[in-house]
């Protein structure tokens, strides 16, 4: 495939929508790698030839391709009845469930953009995703973790932020209002599956999170790649466990179910005996969690086998697959066990499929996927040879529009000619399989989730008691890792993790960055140039989990 230009930053159109640079849009589209149509179209379609068939279920709230259709018209005429210009923000706070699907379908119909923010998500992180992304609504259900959502709205409004649209939806997606608007005004008004349709964050290496940019095209030619993978179909049923706003759950729950015309499960807070039920209740085929979810799957049904033979497929990632639970996997369940590997920015640089074997499966991130173009490149940004470590960069048809309203970041995820990085260190064999070999990036993993090490120091200092901060991943067997916080204090001062909890739930900070362990020290290691000696952090909490010594 030729190489081409990057899906740098978009222009704007006559709108107020940004879309993908419109050349590399035609060249993808006329090779059949992307296409004109979009999801509400396939619903739309889904709706008139099977109209009573099940699109989701959650708990006991279940949609039918009819409602699903029928929902999303009527919030996207309640939308564009509220004022909202084309191309406004519309932040959407849901738990994942039927509802989250039809407001992003509504939004797609009535041609604004959606702000995804994570059901757990603390004051601070909402408040920066509403004024980074210029959101003006915002949409939530009454009530969210027994707290009313008025009372968000009306804090946010306190802040300085303009919500001057906050509408409330029930678990299926039913808002107040009848819609009121004529199918011709919403066929006007929708996006294009080239148009900035929404907004995710991902943990960034400094500060707050930064804001992905995302349309429909990436995510269907995602779909092609994941249905080929698994010989996915029409009788599937998937179980999705990943929430919607994020990238995994956007492929595996709100995309391709729907591209196939298949079911979805789906969970609004994940407990493993409940979802252990449910799967030999309702008997689904494909499931999709990250490792953590399956590793506690396991963990659970040790306790009180269950059923779980309907599985043929899971698809996993987020982080290494651990190979002995994963095959723990394989023999309890008959399932395959698959990935991708990539990013939110990226897509997927990799996959593996039902063709591999199982050392293949379950030791590699799978063959390179050619249409992405995959280079290592050395810190020069030169290749390095087959077999040699490098950082994987990539250009092609799943990779996102890059960051929103942030040069400096688009600055460290783009090679100067275009090529998007992944902040991992890998190897590629000669037979196309990569495996990774690090990270690049100061991020700890846990349970697929990216934590930036450096935002958690930073919300750890600002305790009054602290005089330097440092955190570092602490290995777990259920987690991978978990976040370790190191600190000197001032003097005088003591600290405990109850009270530096305590302090961070006061500020708002959301519950992802909570340190769960904290080492107190007379002094941090330094290196010779002056810096944190994190290296020695590291291998300090290691010696300590081994000894099982306490700090």
Same mark, same amino acid.
Request: glycine share 10%.
């Given at each position: 495939?030729?190489?081409?230009?990057?899906?740098?930053?978009?222009?704007?159109? @006559?709108?107020?929508?940004?879309?993908?640079?419109?050349?590399?849009?035609?060249?993808?589209?006329?090779?059949?790698?992307?296409?004109?149509?979009?999801?509400?179209?396939?619903?739309?379609?889904?709706?008139?030839?099977?109209?009573?068939?099940?699109?989701?279920?959650?708990?006991?709230?279940?949609?039918?391709?009819?409602?699903?259709?029928?929902?999303?018209?009527?919030?996207? @005429?309640?939308?564009?009845?509220?004022?909202?210009?084309?191309?406004?923000?519309?932040?959407?706070?849901?738990?994942? @469930?039927?509802?989250?699907?039809?407001?992003?379908?509504?939004?797609?119909?009535?041609?604004?953009?959606?702000?995804?923010?994570?059901?757990?998500?603390?004051?601070?992180?909402?408040?920066?995703?509403?004024?980074?992304?210029?959101?003006?609504?915002?949409?939530?259900?009454?009530?969210?973790?027994?707290?009313?959502?008025?009372?968000?709205?009306? +804090?946010?409004?306190?802040?300085?932020?303009?919500?001057?649209?906050?509408?409330?939806?029930?678990? +299926?997606?039913?808002?107040?209002?009848?819609?009121?608007?004529?199918?011709?005004?919403?066929?006007?008004?929708?996006?294009?599956?080239?148009?900035?349709?929404? +907004?995710?964050?991902?943990? @960034?290496?400094?500060?707050?999170?930064?804001?992905?940019?995302?349309?429909?095209?990436?995510?269907?030619?995602?779909?092609?790649?994941?249905?080929?993978?698994?010989?996915?179909?029409?009788?599937?049923?998937?179980?999705?466990?990943?929430?919607?706003?994020?990238?995994?759950?956007?492929?595996?729950?709100?995309?391709?179910?729907?591209?196939?015309?298949?079911?979805?499960?789906?969970?609004?807070?994940?407990?493993?005996?409940?979802?252990?039920?449910?799967?030999?209740?309702?008997?689904?085929?494909?499931?999709?969690?990250?490792?953590?979810?399956?590793?506690?799957?396991? %963990?659970?049904?040790?306790?009180?086998?269950?059923?779980?033979?309907?599985?043929?497929?899971?698809?996993?990632?987020?982080?290494?697959?651990?190979?002995?639970?994963?095959?723990?996997?394989?023999?309890?369940?008959?399932?395959?066990?698959?990935?991708?590997?990539?990013?939110?920015?990226?897509?997927?640089?990799?996959?593996?499929?039902?063709?591999?074997?199982?050392?293949?499966? +379950?030791?590699?991130?799978?063959?390179?996927?050619?249409?992405?173009?995959?280079?290592?490149?050395?810190?020069?940004?030169?290749?390095?040879?087959?077999?040699?470590?490098?950082?994987? /960069?990539?250009?092609?048809?799943?990779?996102?529009?890059?960051?929103?309203?942030?040069?400096?970041?688009?600055?460290?995820?783009?090679?100067?000619?275009?090529?998007?990085?992944?902040?991992?260190?890998?190897?590629?064999?000669?037979?196309?399989?990569?495996?990774?070999?690090?990270?690049?990036?100061?991020?700890?993993?846990?349970?697929?989730?990216?934590?930036? /090490?450096?935002?958690?120091?930073?919300?750890?200092?600002?305790?009054?008691?602290?005089?330097?901060? /440092?955190?570092?991943?602490?290995?777990?067997?259920?987690?991978?890792?978990?976040?370790?916080?190191?600190?000197?204090?001032?003097?005088?001062?003591?600290?405990?993790?109850?009270?530096?909890?305590?302090?961070?739930?006061?500020?708002?900070?959301?519950?992802? %960055?909570?340190?769960?362990?904290?080492?107190?020290?007379?002094?941090?290691?330094?290196?010779?140039?002056?810096?944190?000696?994190?290296?020695?952090?590291?291998?300090?909490?290691?010696?300590?989990?081994?000894?099982?010594?306490?700090?």
């Amino acid at each position: 495939m030729t190489r081409m230009t990057p899906l740098t930053e978009p222009r704007l159109t @006559g709108d107020t929508v940004l879309r993908v640079d419109r050349m590399l849009a035609e060249t993808y589209t006329r090779s059949g790698e992307w296409r004109t149509g979009t999801l509400a179209d396939t619903i739309r379609q889904l709706a008139a030839a099977r109209p009573d068939d099940l699109a989701f279920r959650e708990g006991e709230h279940d949609l039918s391709w009819a409602q699903y259709d029928e929902y999303s018209d009527r919030l996207a @005429g309640d939308l564009i009845a509220a004022g909202l210009a084309r191309g406004s923000r519309v932040a959407v706070m849901l738990p994942d @469930g039927p509802g989250v699907h039809v407001m992003f379908t509504a939004c797609e119909k009535a041609g604004l953009t959606v702000v995804g923010i994570g059901a757990r998500a603390g004051e601070r992180e909402i408040e920066h995703l509403l004024r980074k992304c210029e959101a003006t609504a915002l949409v939530t259900e009454v009530t969210h973790a027994g707290r009313p959502m008025a009372e968000l709205a009306t +804090l946010m409004r306190g802040r300085g932020l303009p919500i001057g649209t906050h509408l409330i939806i029930d678990r +299926l997606g039913r808002g107040p209002g009848d819609g009121g608007r004529p199918l011709e005004e919403i066929a006007r008004r929708r996006l294009d599956p080239n148009e900035l349709w929404l +907004l995710n964050s991902t943990s @960034g290496t400094t500060g707050l999170p930064k804001c992905v940019m995302q349309f429909q095209n990436r995510w269907w030619y995602f779909h092609r790649m994941a249905v080929d993978a698994a010989a996915l179909h029409t009788q599937d049923k998937f179980l999705g466990l990943v929430p919607a706003p994020f990238g995994f759950g956007l492929w595996t729950a709100h995309f391709t179910p729907a591209l196939l015309g298949a079911p979805t499960l789906l969970v609004s807070r994940f407990d493993a005996d409940a979802t252990l039920d449910l799967i030999e209740r309702e008997r689904p085929t494909v499931i999709c969690c990250v490792s953590t979810q399956f590793i506690m799957l396991l %963990n659970a049904q040790a306790q009180r086998p269950r059923d779980l033979r309907s599985l043929r497929v899971m698809f996993t990632g987020g982080e290494t697959v651990p190979y002995q639970r994963a095959s723990e996997f394989e023999e309890q369940t008959g399932a395959r066990v698959l990935q991708f590997y990539g990013s939110n920015e990226t897509g997927a640089l990799s996959r593996t499929t039902l063709t591999d074997t199982r050392e293949q499966r +379950l030791t590699t991130c799978g063959r390179t996927i050619t249409a992405l173009q995959v280079r290592l490149l050395d810190e020069h940004g030169r290749d390095v040879p087959t077999g040699q470590p490098g950082q994987p /960069a990539c250009k092609g048809p799943v990779t996102c529009m890059g960051y929103y309203d942030d040069a400096q970041a688009n600055g460290q995820l783009f090679t100067s000619d275009g090529w998007m990085k992944t902040g991992d260190i890998a190897t590629v064999d000669t037979a196309d399989y990569l495996r990774l070999a690090g990270r690049t990036a100061d991020f700890i993993i846990r349970g697929g989730k990216n934590i930036s /090490a450096v935002e958690v120091e930073e919300l750890v200092a600002l305790h009054p008691a602290v005089a330097l901060s /440092a955190v570092v991943a602490m290995p777990d067997p259920v987690f991978g890792e978990r976040v370790c916080c190191y600190v000197s204090l001032r003097s005088g001062t003591s600290l405990s993790l109850e009270q530096l909890l305590a302090d961070l739930r006061g500020r708002g900070v959301s519950k992802e %960055n909570f340190p769960e362990r904290l080492i107190v020290l007379d002094a941090l290691p330094m290196s010779p140039i002056g810096k944190i000696a994190k290296t020695e952090l590291r291998a300090d909490i290691r010696r300590r989990l081994t000894s099982n010594g306490t700090p």
